[in-house]
Structure formats: structure tokens, C-alpha cells
């Protein structure tokens, strides 16, 4: 029926350090979700922030307008309602007012059901020179694979 959706936020696990992921459900309309489908959507630059009622809202996430979608179609960077247990955002809201970590999103999928759903991470960025060990990390991993395929 559909092909496999998979939109990562490949920045995020350079710049933070996760800490716990939850998987929410999103609010979207019609063209949204086409789009989402069409695989026309991005997530790297984009964050999760409370309201003042205490709802999750995606920010800055980047959603291109549908192809077909005339006068029906939505704005590209619209705030987009997250849904998730009353239990969970009260923990949500709780860690980043206290302890100032930021709630980011890491992937934007399709299940089974057809419904899109968004995995968020509460996360804590990371300094400078975490991210030059990362750096030295990855560099390692790619020589010793390297080593390893010359020797088989």
C-alpha cells in the first residue's frame, strides 16, 4: 500500500545527549499527512516546548506543502500538537523546568495503523569537547573497520 517512512533527525544525537525517548502522536491535517506520506518532511532544526495549558507542541518542524493540496493546504512550519499520556508530560514538564534539559525529536514515522507518530528524546546538550570525542570516536570505529576488512 505505502512505502516504509522514515525521517530521522540525524543532528541530534551529535549535538545531545539522550537521556529518555517517549513516542507521541501528532495532530495533522489532511495535507500534512499526504505530504508526511510523500516523504516531504524534515525535523532537524526543530524542538518541543509546553503551552500554557501544559500541552507539548513540536516547533519549527518543517512539513513542505502538498502538490495537489489548492486553497486546503497548511503553513509548512505550523506548531504541531504532540499526544501523549497526561503521566508522561507531567514527567516531561517537570524535568526540563527543573533541571533545564530540552525535549527534542528523533525520528517521524508511519506505524502499522497508518497514523504518524514522532519519537521525542529528553535530552542535554552536549559541550564542545563532547562533541570532538564523538568525533574521535566515530573516526576510530571507521579506521578499525577498515583494518578489519583488509585482514578478512
Request: proline share 1%; charged share 30%; hydrophobic share 35%.
Given at each position: 500500500?505505502?512505502?516504509?517512512i522514515?525521517i530521522?533527525?540525524?543532528?541530534a544525537?551529535?549535538?545531545y545527549?539522550?537521556?529518555?525517548?517517549y513516542?507521541?502522536g501528532?495532530?495533522?491535517?489532511g495535507t500534512?499527512i499526504?505530504?508526511?506520506?510523500?516523504?516531504?518532511?524534515?525535523?532537524t532544526?526543530s524542538f518541543?516546548?509546553?503551552?500554557?495549558?501544559?500541552?507539548?507542541?513540536?516547533?519549527?518542524?518543517t512539513?513542505?506543502e502538498?502538490?495537489?493540496g489548492?486553497y486546503y493546504?497548511?503553513?509548512?512550519?505550523a506548531?504541531?500538537?504532540?499526544?501523549?499520556?497526561r503521566?508522561?508530560?507531567k514527567k516531561?514538564?517537570?524535568?526540563?523546568?527543573?533541571?533545564?534539559?530540552?525535549?527534542?525529536?528523533?525520528?517521524?514515522?508511519?506505524?502499522?495503523?497508518?497514523?504518524?507518530?514522532?519519537?521525542i528524546?529528553?535530552?542535554?546538550?552536549k559541550?564542545?569537547?563532547?562533541k570532538?570525542?564523538?568525533?574521535?570516536?566515530r573516526d576510530?570505529k571507521r579506521?578499525?573497520?577498515?583494518?578489519?576488512?583488509d585482514?578478512?
Amino acid at each position: 500500500m505505502q512505502k516504509n517512512i522514515n525521517i530521522l533527525n540525524k543532528r541530534a544525537k551529535f549535538q545531545y545527549e539522550i537521556l529518555d525517548k517517549y513516542t507521541a502522536g501528532i495532530v495533522l491535517t489532511g495535507t500534512e499527512i499526504k505530504s508526511i506520506r510523500d516523504g516531504k518532511a524534515s525535523i532537524t532544526e526543530s524542538f518541543c516546548e509546553f503551552n500554557l495549558q501544559n500541552e507539548l507542541f513540536v516547533i519549527n518542524m518543517t512539513i513542505q506543502e502538498y502538490v495537489y493540496g489548492n486553497y486546503y493546504n497548511h503553513a509548512p512550519k505550523a506548531q504541531r500538537k504532540l499526544l501523549l499520556n497526561r503521566k508522561e508530560l507531567k514527567k516531561l514538564e517537570k524535568e526540563v523546568n527543573n533541571s533545564g534539559l530540552t525535549i527534542i525529536p528523533l525520528r517521524l514515522f508511519i506505524n502499522e495503523n497508518g497514523y504518524a507518530k514522532l519519537v521525542i528524546a529528553l535530552a542535554k546538550g552536549k559541550k564542545l569537547f563532547d562533541k570532538r570525542e564523538t568525533i574521535k570516536d566515530r573516526d576510530n570505529k571507521r579506521n578499525l573497520a577498515r583494518i578489519k576488512k583488509d585482514f578478512n
